[in-house]
């Protein structure tokens, strides 16, 4: 459970800095951990830890202008609603704008619908959820 917190946390803060230090001049990092019932001090301590990690990063220009802000997500102690909540992010960071403009855009600078480029872009684009899938099942097969 531990390591999968980590894997998740991870994945959530490396999309975060990704995707946001390319487009935004304001990172938004999702913390996703217990914010209510048993372990809601705990989850509380950390995700002021990360907001006071972010501002000190803020005032100290660690990223050259680019601002952080840690956005706290309650899991309410379930490993299901972690993975509702972190898909939720994904979709959010990297979903475009208008995913129609997008498409017609790239199709009529290329000239045609299929090339290795086009391909390899679809596949970058799509194996963040491939990979999110594959944890909820392998979340959904192991018991507890």
Not at 17 to 43: C, N, R, Y
Not at 52 to 68: D, I, L, S, V
Not at 120 to 140: I, N, R
């Amino acid at each position: 459970m531990r390591m999968l917190r980590s894997l998740l946390v991870g994945a959530v803060v490396s999309s975060a800095l990704v995707a946001g230090a390319a487009q935004a001049e304001t990172v938004k990092i999702a913390f996703i951990d217990p914010l209510s019932g048993l372990m809601a001090s705990l989850g509380t301590n950390q995700l002021h830890s990360w907001q006071y990690t972010a501002e000190f990063a803020n005032e100290h220009n660690w990223a050259n202008g680019t601002k952080f802000e840690v956005v706290g997500f309650d899991n309410k102690l379930s490993p299901q609603e972690s993975l509702t909540l972190l898909s939720q992010t994904a979709l959010v960071n990297v979903a475009p704008d208008n995913p129609f403009i997008d498409a017609s855009v790239r199709t009529v600078q290329e000239g045609h619908f299929l090339n290795f480029y086009g391909l390899t872009q679809f596949s970058a684009a799509l194996w963040p959820f491939l990979a999110l899938a594959y944890l909820s099942a392998l979340a959904g097969l192991r018991r507890y």
